[in-house]
């Protein structure tokens, strides 16, 4: 089956670091992005790990453990334009299909 | 670069009637995809095009859904008839290639079916 698990909601503090995680079970796994979602917006690239490690974009890093089918977003220096949810999906490189996870509201208090 | 195009931004329509959903992708970006989003399913991929073939359907959810993609810059997704479950945030994206993992979303339909 194909599946991604991540928090429903995280909250956090402005000026702090937060650190999503984010589970998942797919075949013929290739890959895991994150993408942010503003109430009303649209869902906008934020980061992709093919291989195992740390990618660091900015105040955003995601990082990768293929053995253990985990992955996380890290944001730092928290600002409160960052409270959107947040979706890891999982690439599937037999068909470049995209599977999303429901999602993770994150808020963020002053 | 106009990034994904969406049209209408806003649909309201009754039940029975039809529903036509537009897009257009990136120039160049070969894949196309549409999605649906609502609060209790999340993001879910309906179908994608592949050089305007579409390759993999399993997500539409019934025989009142359809997509084309007569052209490299053009796609639609048809409900007919529509429904009040239809009622949802419909997304469009597209990539090059495999994109890295990365889509570029167009703003989203937001449709009301009374």
């Known amino acids: 089956g194909q599946s991604l698990e991540q928090p429903s909601e995280v909250t956090a503090v402005e000026g702090a670091i937060v650190q999503i995680n984010c589970t998942y079970q797919?075949?013929?796994?290739?890959?895991l992005s994150w993408y942010q979602q503003h109430d009303g917006g649209a869902p906008t690239f934020l980061s992709y790990?093919?291989?195992?490690g740390l990618e660091e974009t900015g105040r955003f890093s995601s990082f990768l453990s293929r053995s253990d089918s985990y992955g996380y977003l890290l944001l730092q220096e928290l600002q409160m334009k960052d409270s959107a949810s947040y979706f890891c999906a999982a690439l599937r490189g037999r068909d470049d299909k995209i599977i999303f996870g429901k999602g993770t509201r994150l808020h963020i208090l002053p | 670069d106009a990034g994904v195009i969406q049209s209408p931004r806003h649909e309201v329509t009754e039940m029975g009637q039809e529903v036509t959903l537009r897009c257009k992708p990136i120039s160049g970006h070969d894949y196309l995809f549409w999605y649906r989003q609502t609060m209790m399913r999340g993001l879910e991929l309906l179908i994608y095009f592949n050089n305007n073939v579409p390759i993999d359907d399993s997500g539409m959810p019934e025989d009142r859904f359809s997509a084309k993609m007569p052209n490299a810059s053009f796609s639609t997704l048809k409900i007919q008839p529509s429904e009040p479950r239809d009622s949802a945030v419909y997304f469009c994206?597209?990539?090059?290639?495999?994109?890295?993992?990365?889509?570029?979303f167009g703003p989203g339909t937001r449709l009301l079916v009374l």
């Open positions: 994206a597209s990539s090059l290639g495999q994109g890295g993992g990365t889509q570029y």
């Open positions: 790990n093919a291989l195992d």
């Open positions: 797919t075949s013929g796994f290739y890959g």
